[in-house]
Each structure stands twice: as structure tokens, then as C-alpha cells.
RNA sequence: GGGGAGGUUCCCGAGCGGUCAAAGGGAACAGACUGUAAAUCUGUCGGCGAUGCCUUCGGAGGUUCGAAUCCUCCCCUCCCCA
């Protein structure tokens, strides 16, 4: 284990809060001296079936915690996922089902190990301890805040301030998320900037039933590819860390040129200072910022795959994008057709290419749909029989080879 | 418990008896442009083999030739009083 300054540099990258700094330098002396590993946290709750980028920032500070030899609790929310973090939120949550929970924990603890190390990692899953609470427990842990405190937070206030709803359970949930790290006896807490009420009422929880307080590490929040949102299943804007190369690399050049210099400090394999450089190349005037996206899409690619797929999935943006061209492969889907052919809106909806026929007919009507390689103006097109396949396109990126038979 | 305000299409939000599939904005999608699935501009944006028909405005009934709009009951949210 490296000295504990050294430590304390490299942890202290790209956060925005470490508090208390002190602490943290004390608990890492301790552990160098004892060598006994310190026990970080965080957690997530399993709302959505993926990891996403989003969640690699924490994932990413986690795994170099590991790096310098900590250990890792990698929290699974599945009894706080009950509750529903009201972080950042202006309104209620809907609540999740404990069966969407669960299968959802199964994903992403496996997607997490593309970051973190297994070695170093301990899984748990809060419910063991929070579904198990005694209601004397809970009004204990109740007992150890005040409604006051719970007001102050931000997104608390606003939304008592606009006279929308909070419910009961919503404030339950920091001392939940709190208790946590009194079973877990954590020493640090990881989260996004959002998240720093909940850690800090950690502490005074901890502190309440006699621990060490935790420090706490936040983190910068990581817009989605809208640019505006922050990442999230729900608000569609996501790039999946397990989601095609071609995907991810394409997600990436969706993000608006603003998010670029974002983007490669917190969740691409550069170094702080090339970084830097990529933040000089960005203010000089003749730098395509799409060169730049390019650099950043094949970095992700190559983190989540390897060289071979970002050099595949580079090609394959090229091709469609670039060029205009169609993907190397296709998926084929036989139709079947009557003896005047196959009605061209009937094979959009029935090759899943459009959900309804509502929009293939808007597709058509606005020109977005190709048959080989030509424009479709009729909407009363009929695809006539043949053994070979009718390469479709609608869009600017969905493409089906059907083939009417 | 009493009094008041409100629940509208994916989201926000107008509409307050026919001209409403419902303004406006956002998101999304399509087209143009582009060294980007960026930015910008234009358009589309419930469903159905469709110049018409069907389903939608918290839920269930009712009034009316006709209801998102009026009435009754119920559910939910917010405010004030207790």
C-alpha cells in the first residue's frame, strides 16, 4: 500500500466535496499502518435493468479505491429502491415493485464488475438489514433526526416551498441510506453531488449510534446525451456500459460538443493531463469537435470491449453516418405476400421496423423511407414477390432486409 | 373534522357545452444542412387499409341532439383552520 498522501492525491481527483479531508488522511494512515483495508461504499438502487455511464463515475472512483488497495461494499438498494430516492427530485417518485428490483440487482451487479475488481468487492444487499428492522428500531433511528433537518435539504424545501407533495416515506429514505453505514461500518461513502445530504446525515447517524463518522466523497453528476438531464434510464438520455459497441459509440457522438471536455475527465481512460489537452484542443479554432467525439467514443468502446470492436464500431458510424451507406449486415425477415405483393406499410409494421401504421405512414410521408436505395413516394407501394430480399431503410439508422414471399 | 384549490395526451401546461384528437413549450421522430446520431432550420407527433371510423382529458354513473367542459358519488394531491 503507497503512502497515505500519495493516497490522498489520487483519491482527491475529480471529486467535488471530501469531507472531512482530515479525516480521510487519518483513516488512510491508519490503514497503511495497520494494513487493514478501508471499507467504502456506495449505493445504488436497482430502478433500471442497466449501468450506464452515469453510474461509471462512482464505479470509477470505486475501482481505484480498489486500486490502492481498499475494499469495496457495492451497495444494492433493493429495500431503499422500495422507497425511492427523492434526490434531486421535484416530484414523487412511482414506486418500484420489489419483483422489478430484484431482477434488475441481477444485471447490474454483473455489469458493475466490467469496472470493479471481484477480489476486492463485497455485494450486499440492504434489504438484509432494512427489511428486517423492528418498528422500535426504526423509531430509533427516527428519533436521531428532526423534520427541521430533513427541510433543509434542497430539493425538500423547493418542493414544500411549491406546495407539492412529499410523502412520509421520502423522508425515510436518508435514514435508511444512512443506517446502511452504520451495519456496513463504512469509513467512505461515494456519490454523485446530488447525494450529498444523504451522506452527511450518514455521518450523523453513524455518529448517533457511536461510529466513527464516515467521510464523504461527491462526485460531479454526468449530463445524458440530451446534454441537459442528468443521465438516466428513465429520461432515455443513457449510454449502457453493456449496450453494442456500435451503440455506445454512436451515443457518444450524439452528446452535444459542449459535454465533450465532461465527458473525458469522468468516464474516459485519459489521464488528468490529457485531459487537460483535450481541453486546449477544444478551445482552438480549427479543432472539428467531432474529431474529438471520435477520440472519446473509441476510448469508451475500447474500455467496455476492446480495440477490435471501437475500430468496428468507428467503421460502422462511418458507413452510416458518413456515407450514408448500408450497415455491413442486415437483419432478414420473410413476409408473406398475396398475388399483388406485400402492402410496403403492412411489411414496416409486421418487420418491426415501425410500431404502428400510424407511423409507417408518416415515415413515408415525410421521406424517410428508402427501398433499395430509393426514396418512397407512394404510399400505396407494394412490394411484388421475390426471392431476394428488399433492402428497407427508415430513418436515418434502422435498417431490414425483407424478403416477400 | 371544517373551508378552499386542483387532477388534461410521454412530461409541463392551456382549454371550461359543439369549430377538440384537444393551444403553447419540452422530449421524441422525420427531412434539409453538416467533416458529428452536435448546432441550426422545417415538419410530424392517439389508433385503424383511413378525405372516414374508433379510443382518450383521475374513476364510475347522469343531464344534453352533443361533455375534457354541466350534475352526483368515489379516489388522489395541495393550501388554510382545528
Not at 428492522?133 to 430509533?140: I, S, Y
Not at 431476394?388 to 416477400?404: C, L, Q
Amino acid at each position: 500500500m503507497i503512502s497515505a498522501s500519495e493516497q490522498l492525491d489520487a483519491i482527491k481527483q475529480g471529486v467535488v466535496d471530501l469531507i472531512p479531508e482530515d479525516s480521510l488522511r487519518q483513516k488512510l494512515e491508519k490503514a497503511v499502518v495497520t494494513g487493514k483495508p478501508l471499507v467504502v461504499k456506495q449505493g445504488f438502487d436497482p430502478t433500471a435493468p442497466d449501468i450506464h455511464l452515469g453510474h461509471s463515475v462512482g464505479l470509477r472512483k470505486l475501482r481505484q479505491f480498489q486500486d490502492l488497495g481498499h475494499q469495496v461494499v457495492f451497495l444494492i438498494g433493493d429495500f431503499t429502491g422500495l422507497i425511492g430516492d427523492p434526490s434531486g427530485r421535484s416530484d414523487m417518485r412511482k414506486r418500484m415493485t420489489r419483483e422489478e428490483l430484484l431482477a434488475n440487482a441481477d444485471t447490474y451487479t454483473e455489469q458493475a464488475f466490467k469496472i470493479l475488481q471481484r477480489e476486492r468487492t463485497t455485494v450486499e444487499c440492504n434489504s438484509r438489514w432494512l427489511g428486517k428492522m423492528r418498528f422500535g428500531e426504526v423509531l430509533e433511528l427516527a428519533a436521531t433526526q428532526t423534520i427541521a433537518r430533513l427541510l433543509e435539504r434542497d430539493d425538500f424545501a423547493r418542493r414544500y416551498k411549491d406546495n407539492r407533495p412529499i410523502s412520509l416515506l421520502e423522508f425515510l429514505y436518508p435514514l435508511a441510506q444512512g443506517y446502511d453505514s452504520v451495519v456496513l461500518k463504512a469509513d467512505v461513502e461515494v456519490g454523485a453531488t446530488e447525494q450529498k445530504f444523504n451522506l452527511l446525515m450518514a455521518r450523523e447517524i453513524q455518529r448517533s449510534y457511536g461510529q466513527d463518522p464516515q467521510v464523504i466523497l461527491t462526485l460531479p453528476i454526468l449530463e445524458g446525451t440530451d446534454g441537459v438531464e442528468k443521465m438516466s434510464k428513465s429520461m432515455g438520455n443513457y449510454i449502457g456500459i453493456t449496450e453494442p459497441a456500435a451503440e455506445i459509440f454512436g451515443k457518444t457522438m450524439s452528446i452535444p460538443d459542449s459535454l465533450i471536455a465532461k465527458y473525458f475527465a469522468l468516464v474516459s481512460s485519459k489521464t488528468p493531463i490529457e485531459v487537460q489537452r483535450v481541453v486546449e484542443r477544444l478551445a482552438e479554432p480549427d479543432t472539428n469537435p467531432s474529431h474529438l467525439k471520435r477520440e472519446l467514443a473509441l476510448d469508451l468502446v475500447t474500455q467496455f470491449y476492446d480495440d477490435e470492436a471501437a475500430r468496428g464500431a468507428e467503421a460502422h458510424f462511418d458507413r452510416i453516418h458518413v456515407r450514408h451507406d448500408v450497415p455491413e449486415s442486415i437483419v432478414e425477415v420473410r413476409l408473406a405476400g398475396s398475388a399483388d405483393g406485400l402492402w410496403l406499410i403492412k411489411a414496416l409494421t409486421d418487420s418491426g421496423m415501425c410500431d404502428t401504421s400510424s407511423e409507417a405512414r408518416r415515415m413515408v410521408k415525410q421521406g424517410g423511407v428508402t427501398v433499395d436505395g430509393d426514396k418512397v413516394i407512394d404510399i400505396e407501394l407494394r412490394l411484388q414477390k421475390k426471392k431476394d430480399p428488399y433492402t428497407v431503410k427508415v430513418g436515418k439508422r434502422k435498417f431490414v432486409a425483407i424478403v416477400v414471399e
